[in-house]
């Protein structure tokens, strides 16, 4: 059963006794994550990184790979965790052999499937239901914040563990929804569950998602259909950009107990998340076209190739993994006017997205706030899209030469637009109005092959952290930064997954500028150049002070690709470090 504590128990013993092993490894959400594009090689080399202490371990071979990493296990006394397993095959691939790790090592299961466990443990453990006493303790401590019932409540407290029925996930939902309400609201509530027996554990959490405002539920629904397991700065990034308030959203669904933060991520249990994909479905269910939410790639595929989006729909994130190659009409998203977020990727690393448009593109939602669009086919936005409220746009892998037809990155996107993604695209040229878009935090640009010189009103943008001209190589010269410029315009950024490592292509000369009053926090630690026709790289700082070495390390892959490595300072004038190299 979902919801039952499995998870916590084994987080419980986990960190009560791992640290009696010499590794320790807790695999999250195996079903989940197994089931994605080479899901369970990836789990496998996250599992096997973390019992070796080992960074980015790559084994692509079907079993666990060559003899010494076996025999380096065989050594090792581990203690390992599996999360929500639903094949044998899962842990199979993970575990090929209970005798794999050293003497005393222990591998412990979770899954809610009794045949899997059958086929894989020594010994099964069967999480049971909270007792009477257990639950009205916790249903009391989710309720009141304490052990105490309070005499006018009794009646009701034991009607609602009654029919939670000692489930945990039930019992703290249940409770965080009737915390600090009037007795009269715990009694509509109860009746409106005994109402329906039958759906005991699906109505109890639905009856907290229904007494949230308009705005917590889309951003309940918007986190269980695309965001689950999101960088939370990430989603609140996107969803600010479409008029919530994410941050008080998101802090009232933990307190309702509807979510989860860890790891800086947002969580959400199964459960609730079938509670909201099933409240989705419920919006309409024949027609899929009139959902405010599609995510199944068999769903999106039949509402887009037969043009059955209509304006209810608000939302699509269509991985093209699963499917073969589709073509869609010029009208595929003519009416859906409000669409929000739209997201077509291919999760499978190394491959592209297989979606054309032989006749087009007509038109797209000038509501869009998100738009990621992996091999984007056309080389060119549609004319008639004005997206004044786009936060964020990501056209890698595409065959895009310019954004809209004509100098038009609009004046309306200035408040709005943060990161633009065109790494590995046809594109040719920025327009120079990109300088006024004064919330732009990145521009990824990397390996575009095409593309010459960055306009000079590059410099006038006051948030940029980073530039990337990456494998750009026909990209001669780096705009003049100007010296009151606070952020550096190269830097690691992990929200666009860039490394380190810049190829400057064919720069004669490259200049970073930092001020002095930001270098505690300036991301740019390492400037790394390599492969290139760079023959000075100046680092300057407005100030003269001789910290600024540790800020910056060069490194020339070999003698013949530096003449010269000058770091000096604006205001000194004389040279910090010069060596001929």
Known sequence: MGGIGKTTIAEAVFNSISSQYESCCFITNVREKSEECGGLI???????????????????????????IKERIRHKKVFTVLDDVS???????????????????????????????????DEIYEVEELNCSEARQLFSLSVFKGNHIPKDYKG?????VNYAKGNPLALKVLGSFLFDQRKEDWENALNKLERNPQLKIYNMLKVSFDALG???????????CFFKGKQIDYVKRILDGCGFSTNIGVFFLAERCLITISNGKLEMHDLLQEMAFEIVRQESIKELGKRSRLWSPRDVNQVLTKNLGTEKVEGIFFDTSKIKEIKLSS??????????????????????????????????SDELRYLHWDGYPLKSLPSNFHPENLVELNLSHSKVRELWKGDQMYPETTEHVMYLNFNETAIKELPQSIGHRSRLVALNLRECKQL??????????KSIVIVDVSGCSNVTKFPNIPGNTRSPFFGYDPCLNATKDFWYGKFS??????????????????????????RQLYTQAENDCDFILPYCQVFAATPTEFRQLVLQFTNAGQFLHKSSL
């Open 42 to 68: 990836r789990l496998r080399e996250e599992f096997l990184s973390r019992v070796l202490e080992q960074e980015n371990l790559r084994i692509d071979t079907p079993r666990m790979g060559s003899t010494l």
């Open 87 to 121: 094949d044998v095959e899962q842990v199979e691939c993970l575990i090929e052999r209970h005798d794999m790790f050293g003497p005393g090592s222990r591998i412990l299961v979770t899954s809610r499937d009794r045949q899997v466990l059958k086929n894989v443990a």
């Open 156 to 160: 009701l407290s034991i009607r609602a």
């Open 214 to 224: 308009d705005e917590e539920k889309n951003i309940f629904l918007d986190i269980a």
């Open 331 to 364: 009208k595929a998203f003519a009416r859906m006017y409000n669409l929000r977020l739209l997201k077509i990727y291919n999760s499978e690393v190394g491959k592209n997205c297989k979606v054309y448009l032989p006749h087009g593109l007509k038109s797209l």
């Open 452 to 461: 010459g010189n960055l306009p000079e009103s590059i410099c006038l943008l």
């Open 509 to 534: 000369e490259v200049s970073v500028e930092f001020s002095v009053e930001d270098m505690d926090n300036n991301p740019l630690h390492y400037c790394h150049v390599r492969k290139c026709g760079v």
